[in-house]
């Protein structure tokens, strides 16, 4: 019974590690990307919030340059946006004249890397496309193990503690949010069409496919502006920028030049 009792204890103490060291650690790539830059955020109200993101797994904040007066007469200095409220996103972006030398440059060594992508690079990309290919495949075999195992000696603790093998199992498969779609995939580094449901209407974006997670695709090297933005922030106007928009309101559509 007391070996039992341990064998729990430890069971719980190793899921509550890995759950937590998988919740900061895993962030969205595409999102990732953008972090530590001055970013533009548009949300579906129509508002448009400016700052320097820095990405977590639960949410981001943009952090102003200024500090921004409230019209109730409060002083705000950043712009939190949780996970759950990601379904409120149109698109993030990040215009070239915004950055720092430094950060411009790394951006050009990005397009660049994109475009003439190493061994290294290219062979981690097939590495993580296969293992999301299988994943499914994977959990099967996980499930059967467990099944297996819950029919030896040590059954009834595997049965007892089967919601923290679960919840372990949900958090690792889970954190790798990359859903792997072929007809993505051949065209990361082309230039391709994005098109972007925004107040019913499509609009469409021409830039560098760079990368795609179950939830965002990023694009680079993009032609962009805000309307009604630009009169007081001129640095915006119709600029190259790099964007990341959700996938359920963006849809790459046509290869293009």
């Known amino acids: 019974m007391q070996d039992g009792f341990g064998l729990t204890i430890l069971i719980i103490f190793i899921v509550a590690m890995t759950a937590a060291f998988i919740r900061r650690t895993v962030k969205d790539k595409c999102l990732k990307s953008l ?94 496309n296969f293992f999301n290919t299988l994943k499914d495949s994977v959990l099967e075999v996980v499930d059967l193990v467990i099944g297996q195992a819950k029919r030896s000696s040590y059954g009834s603790l595997l049965a007892s503690n089967e919601k923290y093998v679960s919840k372990l199992k949900t958090e690792v498969f889970g954190s790798f949010g990359t859903s792997f779609e072929p007809l993505l995939e051949r065209h990361i580094g082309n230039r391709v069409v994005l098109e972007v449901k925004r107040n019913g209407q499509i609009h469409e974006y021409c830039g560098i496919l760079k990368e795609y997670t179950a939830d965002f695709i990023e694009l680079m090297d993009v032609t962009h502006s805000y309307e009604g933005f630009t009169e007081k922030w001129p640095e915006w106007a119709q600029k190259t920028a790099d964007l990341v928009a959700p996938r359920r309101l963006a849809t790459v559509r046509h290869l293009a030049e």
Do not use: C
């Open 35 to 128: 972090s530590g830059y001055p970013v533009v955020l548009e949300i579906a109200s129509g508002k448009l919030v400016w700052g320097i993101l820095r990405v977590e797994n639960t949410g981001f904040e943009l952090t102003y340059d200024i500090p921004h007066q409230d019209v109730q007469g409060h002083t705000e200095n950043s712009f939190l946006l949780y996970k759950s409220e990601y379904d409120q996103i149109i698109m993030l972006s990040r215009f070239e004249n915004a950055l720092s030398s430094a950060g411009a440059e790394k951006r050009r060594q990005t397009i660049d890397k994109i475009h003439h992508p190493g061994f290294f690079k290219r062979s981690q990309r097939k590495v993580a």
